[in-house]
């Protein structure tokens, strides 16, 4: 077989009634049979808004406007999501040829689908019917009055519709959940094995040291002691992690307060001592809603992560960006590919520069600090810098008492 399509040809002598659309709705094409059912001329439709050209039959039970309503609902669904949208058997009457104001009843079970241009956009909607008059007609023919359509079949031939369409919803709702809980469970899971390697190594050191000390008399106590603290302090934070992330993921978050994120972070880092420098810069008045407890782990992990990066400085500045409060927290080191930005707020993902830094470290510290951010509204990201890691916090801005809606606000 050879030669080119017509596709003019063959949607013109489709064997279902078929407009094409713009999508605001102004039909652009017809073919034969829709032509042929309603007994027009492409000329009467062609250029005409699809609801100009196919009046409301003002007479119907309907009370008339409600099959406009759905078809209009579905198109401008179609617009919306880009997907197709099968409507429920309507009823919508077509006005008769050369008389205005006398409609015909029909029946018609509808789909309305989107034609996307080459760039990606929706060029054009496809309304395809299948009219089904005949059926209903022959249906209230041979049952008893007052039994079918009188009493609203094809309302309820929409009700099922509507119901098919929420069970599926519900279904695939029911599929995410279940998706949702074996992905937990499987992290969880992951967690556990990952946490029990991890508490492998400072266990081995205390027993190590404790079975030295044991066997050789003349070991100094103190420095026996020293090696075991430093392998207590080492199970500390491997279990600190891991009670915070099981209640980031188990708990509702914590009651917020409202904090001055600028004097929580000047008061933080006079609190502790670090290796590197810190230079901060800090505006007064950005309050956030947030608790104090949870802040202090989040700036914690970035703080601990940019120490174990930094070449000699640490940057810690605190802005006001409404509706947003920014925290960011910048070291001078190697930085972050770009490749591994995201990758890095991952649960266990180590690069190859934390590995050598910090051979021991759990990979939890910057996951934990993405997941507070998260529970309280805000976002945590790495972000380009020229120097080195830049990370950038945004919490939203505690909404002042004066601004709370209902209040007066003037004298």
Not at 165 to 186: D, N, P
Not at 331 to 359: H, N
Not at 388 to 398: Q, S, T
Request: glycine content about 8%; aromatic content about 4%.
């Amino acid at each position: 077989m050879g030669g080119e399509v017509d596709y003019e040809a063959v949607f013109r002598a489709g064997p279902v009634l078929a407009l094409v659309l713009t999508p605001d709705f102004v039909i652009v094409a017809v073919n034969d049979v829709c032509l042929k059912a309603i007994r027009r001329t492409r000329d009467d439709l062609v250029g005409r808004n699809l609801f100009a050209a196919f009046p409301l039959n003002p007479s119907t039970v309907d009370p008339g406007a409600q099959s406009a309503n759905a078809l209009r609902a579905s198109l401008e669904q179609v617009v919306a999501t880009g997907e197709p949208d099968v409507m429920p058997l309507q009823r919508y009457d077509v006005e008769t040829p050369g008389k205005p104001g006398v409609f015909e009843e029909r029946y018609w079970s509808s789909v309305n689908i989107p034609v996307f241009g080459p760039g990606g956009a929706l060029r054009w909607i496809l309304l395809s019917s299948h009219e089904v008059t005949g059926f209903i007609q022959t249906m209230r023919r041979y049952g008893e009055p007052g039994t079918l359509l009188d009493a609203g079949l094809y309302a309820q031939a929409g009700e099922l519709h509507n119901l098919i369409e929420e069970l599926g919803k519900a279904h695939t709702r029911q599929l995410l959940t279940a998706s949702a809980l074996r992905a937990a469970v499987q992290r969880q899971r992951q967690l556990v094995l990952d946490t029990s390697h991890d508490l492998r190594n400072p266990i081995a050191g205390l027993l190590t040291e404790l079975e030295v000390a044991l066997s050789e008399p003349g070991v100094q106590p103190q420095q026996v002691l020293r090696k075991l603290l430093r392998n207590v302090e080492r199970l500390n934070e491997i279990v600190t992690d891991v009670l915070d992330l099981a209640r980031l993921d188990t708990a509702a978050p914590s009651a917020a307060e409202t904090v001055d994120l600028g004097a929580f972070v000047a008061e933080e880092l006079g609190r502790r001592v670090l290796a590197a420098t810190v230079v901060s810069r800090i505006e007064q008045d950005v309050v956030v809603p947030a608790p104090r407890v949870r802040l202090a782990r989040l700036l914690g992990n970035l703080l601990d992560n940019a120490e174990r990066h930094t070449s000699t400085t640490i940057e810690v500045i605190v802005t006001a960006d409404p509706p947003e409060a920014v925290l960011e927290v910048v070291d001078d080191g190697p930085g972050i590919p770009p490749a591994q930005r995201e990758r890095i707020f991952e649960r266990r993902y180590r690069g190859d520069d934390a590995r050598r830094r910090d051979p021991g470290g759990t990979g939890l510290g910057l996951p934990i600090a993405r997941e507070i951010a998260q529970a309280y509204g805000g976002r945590l990201e790495a972000a380009d810098h020229p120097t080195g890691a830049c990370f950038v916090l945004r919490l939203p801005l505690a909404v002042p008492p004066e601004a709370a809606p209902g209040e007066p606000t003037g004298g």
